[in-house]
Nanobody, 115 residues
């Protein structure tokens, strides 16, 4: 059974930073591309960043230069370092992996950027 557990969200002021973590189990983590998505209530889920098994990364234009996706293949953990946060970054952030012919999601962690 694949499990993804996100953590690290919270309330932060504009310009602040947070680091999200996603602990993965049930997969050979190092072999899989991993992704961060975010979703605002009432809107579609948006791909924020991805990292494939070779370490190649991609980012949404809205977060380029501010967010950094990394992974630790020993700890089976995915990270998202978020700097210079903006109110528009407020959302629930989800970890995602495609494995065994389907998509797996964590329960998400809430990020709120506000004064």
């Amino acid at each position: 059974q694949v499990h993804l557990v996100e953590s690290g969200g919270g309330l932060v002021q504009p310009g602040g930073s947070l680091r999200l973590s996603c602990a993965a189990s049930g997969i050979n983590f190092r072999l899989y591309a991993m992704k961060w998505y975010r979703q605002v209530t009432g809107k579609e889920r948006e791909l924020v960043a991805s990292m494939d098994s070779s370490g190649t990364t991609e980012y949404a234009d809205s977060v380029k230069g501010r967010f950094t996706i990394t992974r630790n293949n020993v700890r089976n953990t995915l990270y998202l370092q978020m700097n210079n946060l903006e109110p528009e970054d407020t959302a629930t952030y989800y970890c995602n992996v495609g494995a065994y012919g389907r998509e797996f999601w964590g329960r998400g962690t809430q990020v709120t950027v506000s004064l």
